[in-house]
Each structure stands twice: as C-alpha cells, then as structure tokens.
C-alpha cells in the first residue's frame, strides 16, 4: 500500500517570527496585560494615483503591470469620487489611481521582500521616515518602482512612485513603531541618519 505523504504547511518567515517570538516580546515591552491587546499588523495596501495620466493608456498598463507583478495579486481601478470641472474628472468615469490590498500570507511575504531585498537597494538611503497617522497606520512613500527586482529594465521605462500604508490592529504611535521595528523596518534615527 502507498503511504500518502503528508507536507508541512507553508508559513512565511516574518507571520512565523511574529507568531512564535514578537508577540511575547511585544506584550511585555509595551506592558499589555493580555496578549490580545498587542498590535498587529492587518493588511498592507500598495497605491500609485495616476490623476495627471489619466489618459495615458501606456501609462496605466505600466502601472497595473508593476503592481501586479510586485504583489503577485491583480489590482483595482480606483474612479473619482468628485467632478472636477478643472481637471476634466467626472465623478464614477475617470480613473484617478489603481491600488491593490494584501492581507495574510501575501502580505507578510511582499512586506519581508520590501523591507530585505528592495529598500536596501534605493541609492542613499538613509531609513524611512518617522511619522504615523492617527489611526497608528504607517505610510510609506516610494518614488521610483525600478527598486523592486521582480520588474525587468523594460517595465522600469515609465517610472511612477507608488504609496505603501501598513495598516495595523490595536496600533497608536508608540505600538505602531514597536511592531514595524520587530519586523525590521530601518526607521531613520535622530540626526536624520540611520
């Protein structure tokens, strides 16, 4: 008789980490009494706005491209939500960004490869800044996509920013800071240096 051959269930390295160690440590540097309390991170939501090209075809197949590529997932079109008479927007017809939200393995996967393989590689970099909204969520700005090496030279031509919020549970400034710094994201120091 053939034996079925059971296979561990894949768990990304950073969900593993915070699971088995950060959670712990957390709870006792932030001095929660329940483990419940302790931030976590919810989703990660990854967005260009492409309101100036709005009606540049090549432009927005650039950038569905690059966001499907980094993440792995597909993207949505985001429309106005506003007629502006100025800029020619009309409110539910025009496209003004394209983002895609990660949640669960996806999202611990894409933020270990932001944070180890793409963020070393922008030129001079010195950390990211310090600065939370109210909510404690993080926001990240990258100007140039060329950082993330899924993309090959061809796609890294029409070169657009993009913004990356890491949305967190039970997250203020302090809880917020914590938890991304467990994961290692290089906040910038004091002196503007890291």
């Known amino acids: 008789m053939a034996q079925a051959i059971k296979t561990a269930a894949y768990t990304p390295r950073l969900k593993a980490l915070y699971n088995n160690t ?3 440590e957390l709870q006792a540097e932030l001095n929660l009494s329940n483990i419940n309390e302790v931030p976590s991170l919810e989703k990660i939501v990854v967005s260009v706005g492409i309101g100036k090209q709005k009606d540049d075809k090549r432009f927005y197949e650039a950038v569905k491209n690059t966001l499907t590529k980094i993440t792995g997932q597909a993207t949505v079109d985001r429309m106005a939500k506003k007629s502006i ?5 009309r409110a539910g017809l025009n496209r003004v ?58 796609e890294t031509q029409i070169v657009h920013g993009m913004q990356v919020t890491f949305a967190v549970n039970n997250g203020n400034k302090v809880a917020t800071s914590a938890l991304l710094t467990k994961f290692g994201m290089p906040f910038e120091k004091e002196g503007g240096k890291r």
């Open 85 to 89: 008479a100025t800029f020619k927007i």
């Open 97 to 154: 960004g394209i983002n895609v939200t990660l949640r669960g393995d996806k999202m611990y996967e894409f933020m270990d490869r932001l944070l180890n393989i793409s963020l070393p590689r922008v030129r001079d970099f010195h950390g990211v800044g310090v600065k939370f909204d109210k909510g404690g969520n993080y926001n990240l700005g990258i100007t140039d996509q060329s950082i993330f090496p899924e993309l090959t030279f061809e």
């Open 22 to 24: 950060y959670r712990k």
